[in-house]
């Protein structure tokens, strides 16, 4: 059944059917087809527009057609031009003549533009969740490593030392902007289109303030025209996504590094690692690499919207079905990899005697060194140059910093004393930075607290 085949003579060529077609994908939006057709049917009758008998005949068959689908019993074909034409085709078939009157003051038009919307803030609903499950794993590990020390890094060399709470702290801190740009975009979205028309509205007596109460919106759209066209929403919630993305990506890049025979800070459970097919030995953080690989595939498609976009006059044009195919690959896409992360993160086991030895032999003291020495009445840049030769002097003998004896230490500078092993300590050098952000116990524990609370809410 097309919606729009009564000022044609000729049917239309199979290929640009196919090539015209959405169902194949856009079927994912039965669901909130039908829920926007029930709100919208709802109105008409409260209108005066039709019937409520009319009104109750609709809205059963829609209902019994959204029962169908999710039990199976119908199947939706590739028969029909889009997900809209079957509901509509199999309510008409279902109810008769009423079922005709479904698409009164309405346009597929706004029709799909308030599904996407109403798809988009579920999808984003669900997002959210995974990103909280996931920051509830990393605040699970973060209390348990609050003394677990380990290298810090810039430029991959090795810098000073913190925690592994403190590490995994970053990432905490990321997710929680990635959930705050998700809320963020789900304002921005909940504004209804129904009731735009093809661009122009319409000249019934529609109440768009009371479908989009129904539809859970905080209003409809101010211009019918935007309300048609608008895809910013998507946008940017394609931006968010390759956010997440990002940050899920570098997660899995330290993963990687970490689960490599040079460094052996963690070890990847089993049910999340592959093997080799001819090297017996090999045991592969595949799920990191495919994470890190499928970053570039969301990025294509915030690419491929902002393309589409770019060169678009008002109002609808039939280069925004692209939106959905891409929107629809993305999403899932993120929702995969945070659901497998997270799996792959609970399981994983931290070697934290290798973190804290790779701390130790990595001179990650040596600024605690320094500011050791500035202590004693050692200017910072005469303090920094010993330490530099101290450094040059452990590596010739290869020994860490705090392997040297005391004449050693006194070798470079008299103002050492038997107090520089406590000052260099892993521990004694986390826990002297208790600023606000830093690594040191009581600054970890209050930032601990801090997400607690914020888990809870």
Known sequence: MKLWGGRFTKETDQLVHNFNASISFDQ?????????????????????????DEKSLIISGLTSILE?????????????????SFVEAHLIQRIGDAGKKLHTGRSRNDQVALDMRLYVRDEIKELDALLKQLMTTLHTIMKANIKSYMPGFTHLQKAQPVTLAHHLGAYFEMFKRDRMRLSDISKRLNISPLGSGALAGTTYPLDREYTSSLLGFDGPCLNSMDGVSDRDYLIELLGALSIIMMHLSRFCEEIIIWNSNEYRFIEIDDSYSTGSSIMPQKKNPDIAELIRGKTGRVYGALMSILTVMKGLPLAYNKDMQEDKELSFDAIDTVKGCLALFDGMLSTMKFNNSNMEASAKNGFTNATDAADYLVCKGVPFRDAHGIIGQLVLYCLD???????????????FSSAFEEDIYEAISLESCVNKRNTAGAPGEDAIARVIAMNEEYLKE
């Open 28 to 52: 994912r939006l039965y669901k909130h087809d039908i829920e926007g057709s029930i709100a919208h049917v709802s109105m008409l009758a409260r209108q005066g527009i039709i019937s409520e």
């Open 68 to 84: 169908d689908i999710k039990s199976g019993k119908l199947v939706i074909d590739n028969e029909h031009e889009d997900i809209h």
């Open 397 to 411: 003998k290869n020994l860490a910093l705090e392997d040297l004896s005391l004449d050693e230490f006194k070798q």
